[in-house]
Nanobody, 130 residues
Framework: QLQLVESGGGLVPPGGSLTLSCAAS??????????SGWSRQAPGKEREGVAC????????NYKDAVKGRFTISRDNARNTVYLQMNNLRPDDTAVYYC?????????????????????WGKGTLVTVSS
């Protein structure tokens, strides 16, 4: 059974940094069979894609609001996806979810068609506040 488990969330002041981790079980990233990504949902707002990655990290994509601040990476040996977040802002506050999708469902780049991932983690809360 495929599972994704996030960790690393917490409270951080504006301008601070956090690294989120997503450990996968039940499948392996050591191929191009799956693309993975991070999405987030702020209170009262819809879930939105933040970043995605596939093909051993050679293809990545980012939401405009996080470009230059967030970095997604994948460690195939550890079967783990990371999201390094720097210069955090209060509007980055959200529950962050790790997700994975079969690459056959990727329209281009690394996002799935319609934003529809096959598998989701339960999320980890990131709060940016002084």
């Amino acid at each position: 059974q495929l599972q994704l488990v996030e960790s690393g969330g917490g409270l951080v002041p504006p301008g601070g940094s956090l690294t989120l981790s997503c450990a996968a079980s039940g499948f392996t990233f050591d191929s191009d069979n799956y693309a993975s990504g991070w999405s987030r949902q702020a209170p009262g707002k819809e879930r939105e894609g933040v970043a995605c990655i596939r093909t051993s990290g050679r293809i990545t994509n980012y939401k405009d609001a996080v470009k230059g601040r967030f970095t997604i990476s994948r460690d195939n040996a550890r079967n783990t996806v990371y999201l390094q977040m720097n210069n955090l802002r209060p509007d980055d506050t959200a529950v962050y979810y790790c997700a994975a999708v079969a690459t056959t469902k990727v329209a281009g780049g690394c996002y799935p068609r319609g934003g529809l991932y096959d598998y989701w983690g339960k999320g980890t809360l990131v709060t940016v506040s002084s």
